[in-house]
């Protein structure tokens, strides 16, 4: 596609349910970030996929997120009894490869909002 | 742990007129990238500008341009002849270069531009 493609764009969910966010990255692009963005606040790292592996998930909160990556390309953040906390805009991004000299190209992210 | 810090939560501009955004940044690190992001109301990041640290040569992108300071540990950024269209929220972000792909993103400053 022709940029990083993030759905729902919006997810209006009760606490105690699981959700699933989609990241689809701009093909042929092998780095894919998901980032997390609470109100007022900067963005937070989550998780980093090299092809299919996660080389850093240092950021996943706690052990109710998961977030897999298929093929080398679509990738879901799951969030499993979401707490009113984790209500935010949850981006992604993608770039070509990793490392600093690779521009990172952002979806609109999804917001979340736990009632 | 590296930390970002902006410390002005809004700014405000006339068009046409130049604003400095501040930015200043915690780490241990010798070699690392600083960015500078902006969000529109989309939530779309798009990068701005960014800086090497081995660079001395401040960078320069059009009407964008930063003032890099490493040993104070400043990068603020320029917006030279403002336009209605860069009001948006801004994020100074920094990267090492040590192999960490993950950004560490200050809280952001809202630029208001007035017509």
């Known amino acids: 596609g022709a940029g990083v493609s993030q759905s729902p764009s919006n997810k209006v969910t009760e606490k105690g349910k699981d959700v699933e966010l989609r990241c689809d990255p701009i093909s042929g692009h092998t780095a894919l970030y998901w980032y997390r963005q609470s109100l007022g606040q900067g963005l937070e790292f989550l998780i980093y996929?090299?092809?299919?592996?996660?080389?850093?998930k240092s950021g996943l909160p706690s052990d109710r997120f998961s977030a897999e990556r298929t093929g080398g390309s679509v990738s879901t953040l799951t969030i499993q009894r979401t707490q009113q906390e984790d209500s935010a805009v949850y981006l992604c991004?993608?770039?070509?490869?990793?490392?600093?000299?690779?521009?990172?190209?952002f979806g609109s992210g999804t917001q979340l909002s736990v009632l | 742990a590296q930390t970002v810090t902006q410390s002005q939560p809004e700014m405000s501009v006339q068009e046409a007129e130049t604003v400095t955004l501040s930015c200043t940044y915690d780490t241990s690190e010798s070699d690392y990238y600083l960015f500078w992001y902006k969000q529109p109301p989309s939530r779309q990041m798009i990068l701005v500008i960014r800086?090497?640290?081995?660079?001395?040569q401040n960078a320069t992108e059009n009407r964008f341009s930063v003032n890099f300071q490493k040993a104070a540990k400043s990068f603020s950024l320029k917006i030279s002849d403002s336009q209605l269209g860069d009001a948006a929220m801004y994020f100074c972000a920094y990267r090492s270069a040590s192999g960490s792909e993950k950004l560490v993103f200050g809280k952001g400053t809202k630029l208001t531009v007035n017509p």
């Open positions: 800086q090497e640290a081995y660079k001395q």
């Open positions: 991004a993608s770039s070509y490869g990793p490392g600093a000299d690779e521009k990172l190209f």
């Open positions: 996929f090299q092809g299919n592996s996660a080389p850093d």
